[in-house]
């Protein structure tokens, strides 16, 4: 699996780092299928987003979202 720069959206619609996903994920990306797949230590399939290879490219497509760190949680609010 390779870690590659850039970005994806997450579950709850903010951008994160593929290099600091956050929620203890294992990523993979592949930059020409433009896809990112994140999965729990043990394999499980978590979340699937597209790849994006930078922020500008994020609002080429019109997308909005506050970029977070990894160290944001992954769960809806009423979940923190």
Same mark, same amino acid.
Not at 29 to 46: F, H, Q, R, S
Not at 51 to 69: C, H, N, Q, R, T
């Given at each position: 699996?390779? #870690? =590659?720069? &850039?970005?994806? =959206?997450? *579950?709850?619609? /903010?951008?994160?780092?593929?290099?600091?996903?956050? &929620?203890?994920?294992? #990523?993979? #990306?592949?930059?020409?299928?433009? !896809?990112?797949?994140? !999965?729990?230590? +043990?394999?499980?399939?978590?979340?699937?987003?597209?790849? !994006? +290879?930078?922020?500008?490219?994020?609002? +080429?497509?019109?997308? +909005?979202?506050?970029? #977070?760190?990894?160290?944001?949680? *992954?769960?809806? /609010?009423?979940? *923190?």
């Amino acid at each position: 699996m390779a #870690v =590659i720069p &850039g970005f994806f =959206i997450d *579950w709850n619609g /903010k951008a994160r780092r593929t290099e600091d996903a956050g &929620g203890g994920f294992v #990523v993979d #990306v592949d930059p020409v299928a433009k !896809y990112v797949a994140l !999965y729990t230590e +043990k394999g499980t399939l978590m979340h699937e987003a597209t790849f !994006y +290879k930078s922020l500008d490219d994020l609002e +080429k497509k019109g997308i +909005k979202a506050e970029l #977070v760190a990894g160290s944001m949680p *992954w769960g809806m /609010k009423n979940e *923190w």
